[in-house]
């Protein structure tokens, strides 16, 4: 019975050795850890910030429908005078200045912020190499990588107010002046709480 116990033990100690030598093992995971220890920082701190908050910034206003080419979301970075940040995700434009304390100067997801950030998100990477200058039709992306992009745009969808297309180059935009105003998907929850 005791040694019994004595192995078990051992052998979970030896389980427990192996983890922590493979964690730290490589230089990759090394740096992998690195990088999650510095975003889990980054995010916890901004929440601790925001736990004693100051006077909360008035919302901006909702952002009339439009599209846009790189160079106009690119305006949008959050670091202009109202601080808006817009996100493309599979070629659709997302108003996440809600989310400013992810993708606002400073913020964790910052590299996002008036950017196309499929590539980014397909990949799971924060680096400038994952976001193109030029237009990026992301036809080099696995299948996998693509159903990666189209769960991360529908998270977007949920969260966020979607205000037009990222258009390829030569693609006119769109004139909404005609198109009534979709709801937003707070407005969205409000209708269907009324439905209820
Ligand atoms: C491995 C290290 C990482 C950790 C520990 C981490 C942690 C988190 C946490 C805790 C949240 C939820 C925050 C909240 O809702 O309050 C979050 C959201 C998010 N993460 Fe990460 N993350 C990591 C890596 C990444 C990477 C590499 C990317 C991009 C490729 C990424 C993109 C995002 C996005 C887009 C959100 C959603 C933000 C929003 O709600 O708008 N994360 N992450």
Redesign the pocket.
């Known amino acids: 019975m005791a040694d019994d116990a004595a192995s078990s033990e051992a052998g979970t100690s030896g389980m427990m050795a192996r983890f922590v030598s493979e964690l730290f093992g490589s230089p990759l995971n090394i740096a992998?850890l690195g990088?999650?220890?510095?975003?889990?920082y980054k995010?916890?701190s901004s929440?601790r910030k925001s736990a004693a908050p100051p006077p909360p910034e008035p919302e901006l206003p909702k952002m009339k429908k439009r599209d846009f080419t790189l160079e106009q979301l690119r305006e949008y970075d959050g670091k202009g005078q109202d601080g808006r940040v817009l996100v493309a995700v599979n070629t659709k434009v997302f108003d996440?200045t809600r989310?400013k304390r992810?993708?606002g100067p400073g913020g964790?997801?910052a590299v996002?912020a008036g950017r196309d950030?499929s590539r980014?998100?397909a990949?799971?990477?924060?680096t400038e190499e994952?976001i193109k200058d030029e237009f990026d039709d992301l036809s080099d992306l696995t299948t996998m990588q693509m159903e990666s992009v189209r769960e991360?745009e529908m998270?977007?969808t949920e969260?966020?107010d979607y205000i037009g297309k990222l258009l390829r180059p030569g693609e006119e935009p769109r004139d909404y002046t005609d198109t009534e105003d979709e709801p937003s998907s707070e407005e969205k929850k409000d209708t269907d709480k009324k439905n209820d």
């Open positions: 992998l990088i999650c220890a510095f975003l889990f995010i916890v929440s996440v989310g992810f993708y964790p997801y996002f950030a980014g998100l990949l799971f990477s924060l994952a991360w998270q977007f969260k966020y």
